[in-house]
């Protein structure tokens, strides 16, 4: 009855080290999602200035801000 005890708790600890590293992934891949969608914002920003000076044309500002607003949706998930 021991010995199944105890092998019972060795095979807990085994899965319990190999699920580890997919825990930690999840945490490490949303922080880079988080830095992801600051750059997106930076860019929407950028752009509104690089309009309002006349820097671009309301068109083409029009289409970058689309690209950047489908990008920072899939980063925001």
Do not use: C, H, N
Request: charged residues 25%.
């Amino acid at each position: 009855m021991v010995l199944w005890i105890i092998l019972a708790a060795l095979t807990a600890a085994v899965a319990a080290i190999l699920i580890l590293p997919f825990a930690r992934a999840t945490k490490i891949a949303s922080a880079d999602r988080a830095g992801e969608v600051a750059v997106y914002r930076d860019q929407l920003a950028e752009l509104d200035r690089d309009r309002a000076q006349g820097l671009i044309e309301p068109q083409e500002a029009e289409y970058a801000r689309a690209e950047i607003g489908r990008r920072l949706l899939a980063a925001a998930g």
